[in-house]
């Protein structure tokens, strides 16, 4: 079956600018997690979403960054007014139960942001 | 916060050599410990894991003993291949928030 995909992979913007990251999770997965992940560094958890509910968005670096999963299926995560600091990759991941750390987590292949 | 230190790479070797790849975590009680791995290219993987003490995980030959009195669960292979080059990451599972470490990379020669 189709793993987790994001779109677009790669997205330059200017700083100032907004962008708009997309994930599609496994069908029918409940729990998604978005991560950024800096060059050489091991991802950090931003936020997780179980089905349309944001329970957790300790990790989101500003108020510029948001998330949603309006139908509890594709999630965006949306940053507003770019800054360099925010050029990393940005993992999407999927589990199919609730969330534990128990469970597997099913990533995807990220969306690298570059900040100009 | 619990973190996960792993060995900094590159980890070089030719095929058929032995590999280890150590990584401690600090989460008290008894977390759930993952190897994930990514390829060039691809997204993170689920290598292997283990729930409980003494449990050992393994997949694709690797295997990684999930040590509490030391608090580690390093990674090993009897004899590594071109194809097993990537980035391996170890993480721990204490909550519902995994915490990784920074990834070894490893380059495997012909």
């Known amino acids: 079956g189709a793993g987790v995909s994001q779109s677009p992979r790669y997205k330059v913007a200017k700083r100032g600018q907004d962008v708009a990251l997309r994930c599609d999770p496994i069908?029918?997965?409940?729990?998604l997690f978005w991560y950024q992940q800096a060059l050489g560094q091991g991802p950090e958890f931003l936020t997780y979403?179980?089905?349309?509910?944001?329970?957790?968005k300790s990790g989101l670096p500003s108020d510029r960054f948001f998330a949603e999963r309006p139908e509890g299926s594709v999630s965006t995560l949306k940053i507003q007014r770019t800054q360099q600091e925010d050029s990393a990759v940005y993992l999407c991941?999927?589990?199919?139960?609730?969330?534990?750390?128990?469970?597997?987590?099913?990533f995807g292949p990220g969306t690298r942001l570059t900040v100009l | 916060g619990d973190s996960v230190t792993q060995m900094e790479g590159p980890v070089t070797l030719s095929e058929e050599a032995f590999l280890t790849i150590n990584c401690t975590y600090t989460?008290?009680?008894?977390?759930?410990l993952f190897w994930y791995v990514q390829y060039p290219g691809e997204g993170l993987q689920l290598l292997l894991k283990?729930?409980?003490?003494?449990d050992k995980g393994s997949n694709k030959g690797f295997e990684a003993t999930y040590r509490k009195e030391t608090t580690s669960f390093h990674l090993e292979k009897g004899s590594v291949q071109v194809s097993d080059s990537a980035v391996y990451f170890c993480?721990?599972?204490?909550?519902?928030?995994?915490?990784f470490g920074r990834g070894t990379s490893l380059i495997v020669h012909p």
């Open positions: 989460a008290t009680g008894y977390p759930s």
């Open positions: 979403f179980q089905n349309e509910a944001q329970l957790d």
């Open positions: 283990a729930t409980k003490a003494d």
């Open positions: 991941a999927s589990s199919p139960n609730g969330g534990s750390a128990y469970n597997e987590q099913f």
């Open positions: 993480a721990e599972g204490g909550s519902y928030i995994p915490t």
């Open positions: 069908s029918g997965h409940v729990s």
